[in-house]
Nanobody
Framework: QVQLVESGGGSVQAGGSLRLSCAPS?????MAWFRQAPGKEREGVAA???????VYADSVKGRFTISKDNAKNTLYLQMNNLKPEDTAMYYC?????????????????????WGQGTQVTVSS
């Protein structure tokens, strides 16, 4: 059974930074970060393919960086210059192979495995 454990969420003021971590029970999978604000649909933030391809949502380009430490088998999301509209529950997702990355990497339907989420709150 695939397990994903997120950490690193919290409350910051606008302009601040946070780093999210995701520790999966598997390795060699494509992985991604999603977020969901109250009353809104879950949306893709960034994806990291099993072969190293990276995709970002336009709303976070230049502010967020997705990375993976293979030695620690941990996925990260460095979030800088945070804005109140970044407030959401952030989820880590995983999928075998690279199909998710080839088709719609920022679509939640492409990712079968999910963590429980970590809350990020940005105040103005």
């Amino acid at each position: 059974q695939v397990q994903l454990v997120e950490s690193g969420g919290g409350s910051v003021q606008a302009g601040g930074s946070l780093r999210l971590s995701c520790a999966p029970s598997i390795s060699g999978y494509s992985m991604a970060w999603f977020r969901q604000a109250p009353g809104k649909e879950r949306e893709g933030v960034a994806a990291f393919g099993s072969i190293g391809v990276i995709v970002y949502a336009d709303s976070v380009k230049g502010r967020f960086t997705i990375s993976k430490d293979n030695a620690k088998n941990t996925l990260y999301l460095q979030m800088n210059n945070l804005k109140p509209e970044d407030t959401a529950m952030y989820y880590c997702a995983a999928a075998r192979g690279s199909k998710s990355m080839r088709e719609q990497p920022l679509s939640p339907s492409m990712w079968p495995y999910w963590g429980q989420g970590t809350q990020v709150t940005v105040s103005s």
